[in-house]
């Protein structure tokens, strides 16, 4: 205390040599501790205090946090001791200056009301003893949204500056997860302080490309007003690229998406800026807000056709784990959108805007890109023109934001355009440019502008906080109505199923986009998507009768097939809306190949990655052996579908390098695998068919532990001495639909048989399918039933 007394001391006497002294600041950073703290707020703190406490402010620092100081002061000086001085400094100078920081700084507990009524009484105490003037508190609050309010009835409450110095509350995102609970957030908020007080923060508008946009827009009016419009631009392309994944933050990941956590604010950040009109003065707040809020309020209502989605193939698994949600938990969040962003006014009716991001993608960069008509025929070859005339190329703006092949923020202009100038003398033309394309046009095409010095957009963000720019941050008003905006699109997309992506290299092109008709859709179809059961072709109706008490369907065995599969997948669609997951379990033999064949075929609309398959009986042979069931599987159905591995549920016949050895406990093994996947053990589908001998599954004629007993999956054998491992009847008559498919005039003797036969599962085994909680389907061609 003694020694921080001091330094202020010092800090008041040279300020009172140098300058006047225009009062002490006093800056609260709440959640000190925490990973923004760790990474970016400390660092841009340090950065204030040393552009700003020689221009007459003095400074103290106050990092608050839940936990007492014995247990967080240490985690604090931590990263203090971390901190970067300017690039130009010698180590000697570098300490001294960490040292006066550290010195200036201090942890405090910032839990109860009372601890801000401490906090209060200290800084008077401190302007008391110091006979300093209170300039401004500062409050940032680097916390979950959800404490916002009580930390904001303190500040209220206690700790609100003596009248005549400023208070300014910064506060991070997420504001709102909607229009509603925005508005709501913005209205307790408002019973504490007034809107000029609160200063919300989109870091991307600190990010020196963004914060360039609307300076190099005014600044070369006069190229670019003419063509700054819808006659001139072809489209807008607005883009937010990452490689990483969410993993260990799906807890938040999984109540945002990619929409709300980067699109409804960064990049809708982005097209205001590009979209605006250029206010009278840039630095003008209240021309500035109001400008891009004239875009916010001219954006064309979303509707359905609006949106790609995807979602990386490993997020539900990590969702799974993270959340300890149970394996038929399955979620519709976004880690990929891509919107189409139509804006009605004068300048911009009819011209695309593409907002897109993505985790787990090809590559890291951030842009936007303004491209131009081509109306320009050229009929003189390339080499054969003037060196430099390139008014044949494509002509392009780039505002680089960061990161991608270039590596650093830039803006690009065509050569074709125009040379551009800059307001200040903070950008520079680039040189040594890397050999790079960019677009498809190498970089010479281009001219590049950089910004002379890097830094990053927290320090920049905190230097705008400190003198008072609001324009350069997230008015109630503004976010208000970006939220209008996007809330109707996020209702429509999380209904939607997104498309699932392998992430990464191999991502290929399955989230490329077209632009259709006025919205957005893949530019290649993809197996797993669900697109509903529009073009059902249903030409020869099939008879519904009944059969041994039970429901049957017959048709030629074409359009039985296609009934059975359009049965599967309405199954399949009612049990994935119901519980989320479609159980089916496929029978071998030969009458299921035509299935299958059917099913992989026309797929599009079938769940597939929602599905998990199982089989209900197994031949003891190598899965390379043409007589192995998931073999067959394996080549008629599942290398033409894309059903996640992880969904797929062969018998384990061949375990320990051997086959069905009854010690190897196969069985036990796959009945543990349907408890654990299947609720209640209840598979939606079964698909059985029927043996000559009466036998279904492979329960053959006298097995009465398959047909009675408690085992639910058992090894057997069949007449002719192969070994099988099979379902049992009780575990078949646990499911809610079972279907028994009899197909060719080969079948006719055996449906006549029992079709006179007593009812007697001993001798027939097929008398023993008996769904209790569904129903059995009896879909047989009719050569099978007539010969
Ligand atoms: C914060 O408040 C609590 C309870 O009011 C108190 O126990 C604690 O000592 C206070 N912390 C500090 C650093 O004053
Ligand atoms: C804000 O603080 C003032 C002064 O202490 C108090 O009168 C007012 O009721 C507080 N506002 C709210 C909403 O608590
Ligand atoms: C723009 O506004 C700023 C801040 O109010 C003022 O200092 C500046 O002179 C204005 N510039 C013009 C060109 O009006
Ligand atoms: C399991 O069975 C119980 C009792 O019949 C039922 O209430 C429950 O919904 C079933 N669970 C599933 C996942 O089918």
Redo the contacts with the bound molecule.
């Keep these: 205390m003694l020694l921080k007394s001091l330094v202020l001391l010092l800090l008041g006497y040279i300020s009172v040599l140098c300058t006047e002294n225009k009062g002490h600041v006093s800056v609260v950073l709440l959640g000190a501790t925490g990973n923004l703290a760790k990474k970016y707020l400390w660092q841009g703190l340090f950065n204030l205090y040393l552009n700003e406490a020689s221009k007459g402010h003095s400074f103290s620092f106050h990092g608050g946090g839940l936990l007492?100081?014995e247990k967080a002061e240490n985690l604090m000086f931590d990263i203090l001791k971390l901190l970067n001085c300017p690039g130009d400094s010698t180590p000697d100078r570098c300490a001294l200056l960490k040292d006066q920081f550290l010195k200036l700084s201090h942890y405090?507990?910032?839990?109860?009301?009372?601890?801000y009524t401490?906090l209060d009484r200290e800084i008077k105490n401190t302007m008391i003893e110091e006979g300093l003037n209170e300039a401004g508190r500062l409050f940032y609050l680097s916390v979950p949204p959800f404490a916002y309010t009580d930390i904001a009835r303190n500040i209220n409450a206690t700790c609100r500056p003596p009248s005549g110095a400023w208070l300014r509350v910064v506060l991070e995102k997420p504001f709102g997860h909607d229009y509603a609970s925005a508005k709501q957030l913005a209205s307790d908020l408002k019973m504490f302080f007034q809107e000029e007080d609160i200063y919300r923060t989109d870091h991307y508008l600190g990010k020196q490309t963004v914060e360039q946009i609307l300076p190099f827009r005014r600044k070369n009016r006069k190229h670019l007003d003419p063509i700054w419009n819808r006659g001139y631009v072809e489209r807008v392309e607005i883009v937010l690229k990452e490689t990483d994944d969410v993993k260990e933050r799906t807890s938040f990941y999984e109540e945002y998406g990619v929409i709300r956590d980067v699109i409804q604010n960064h990049l809708t950040e982005v097209l205001t800026s590009v979209a605006m009109e250029i206010p009278l003065n840039n630095s003008q707040s209240f021309d500035v807000l109001r400008a891009k809020l004239d875009v916010l309020d001219s954006l064309r209502r979303p509707d359905h056709n609006s949106a790609v989605i995807g979602q990386y193939q490993s997020y539900l698994t990590q969702v799974r784990e993270e959340l300890e949600k149970k394996p038929n938990f399955f979620t519709n969040t976004q880690t990929f959108a891509g919107v189409l962003v139509q804006i009605d006014n004068m300048g911009w009716e009819g011209i695309p805007f593409i907002l897109t991001s993505g985790k787990a993608l090809d590559e890291r960069t951030a842009y936007v890109r303004v491209l131009f008509k081509d109306n320009t025929f050229c009929l003189q070859k390339e080499a054969n023109r003037e060196p430099g005339k390139t008014p044949c190329k494509p002509k392009q703006i780039i505002f680089h934001i960061g990161h991608g092949e270039l590596g650093f923020p830039a803006i690009l202009v065509s050569r074709g355009l125009f040379k551009p100038s800059f307001p200040s003398n903070q950008w520079e033309e680039a040189k040594d440019i890397p050999p790079i394309h960019m677009f498809g046009q190498p970089l010479s095409d281009f001219y590049i502008y950089r910004p002379v010095q890097e830094r990053d957009a927290y320090s920049s963000l905190i230097a705008n906080i400190y003198s008072g720019k609001k324009h350069m941050f997230v008015t109630t008003e503004n976010l208000l109505a970006s939220w209008k905006f996007w809330t109707p699109l996020l209702g429509i997309v999380d209904e939607g199923s997104p498309r699932v992506y392998p992430g990464g290299l191999e991502n290929g092109q399955l989230l490329d986009f077209l632009i259709v008709d006025g919205g957005l859709k893949f530019a290649v179809d993809d197996p797993l998507e669900v697109i509903g059961m529009g073009q059902k072709t249903n030409r020869f109706a099939s008879i519904h009768s009944t059969f041994l008490g039970n429901s049957m369907v017959s048709n030629w065995a074409e359009q039985l097939i296609e009934k059975l599969a359009q049965d599967i997948q309405q199954l399949a669609e009612d049990s994935v809306k119901r519980s989320g997951v479609f159980h089916l379990a496929l029978s071998g033999g030969s009458s299921p190949l035509a299935l299958f064949q059917r099913l992989s075929k026309h797929h599009y609309g079938f769940p597939w990655k929602h599905t998990h398959l199982w089989l209900v009986d197994e031949r003891c042979v190598p899965i390379a052996d043409p007589e192995s069931n998931f073999g067959n599987i394996e080549t008629h159905l599942l290398q033409h579908v894309r059903v996640p591995y992880i969904n797929i549920h062969p018998m384990p016949v061949n375990r320990n390098q051997r086959l069905c050895a009854k010690e190897d406990l196969g069985n036990e093994l796959y009945a543990q695998e349907i408890s654990a996947f299947v609720g209640n053990s209840s598979f939606d589908m079964v698909i059985l068919g029927l043996g000559n001998d009466g036998h279904t599954a492979s329960i053959f004629p006298g097995a009465e532990d398959g047909i009675k007993g408690d085992k639910p999956v058992l090894f057997t054998e069949s007449p002719a001495k192969t070994q099988r491992m099979s379902l049992s009847l009780s575990l078949i008559n646990k499911a809610r639909y079972v279907a028994v498919l009899v197909l060719g005039r080969g079948k006719h003797d055996i449906i006549t048989l029992i079709s006179r036969a007593e009812s007697n599962p001993k001798k027939w085994p097929i008398f023993g399918v008996k769904p209790i909680p569904g129903k059995l389907v009896w879909y047989m061609d009719y050569e099978a039933l007539l010969k």
């Design positions: 007492p100081p405090r507990q910032m839990a109860t009301a009372e601890n401490s």
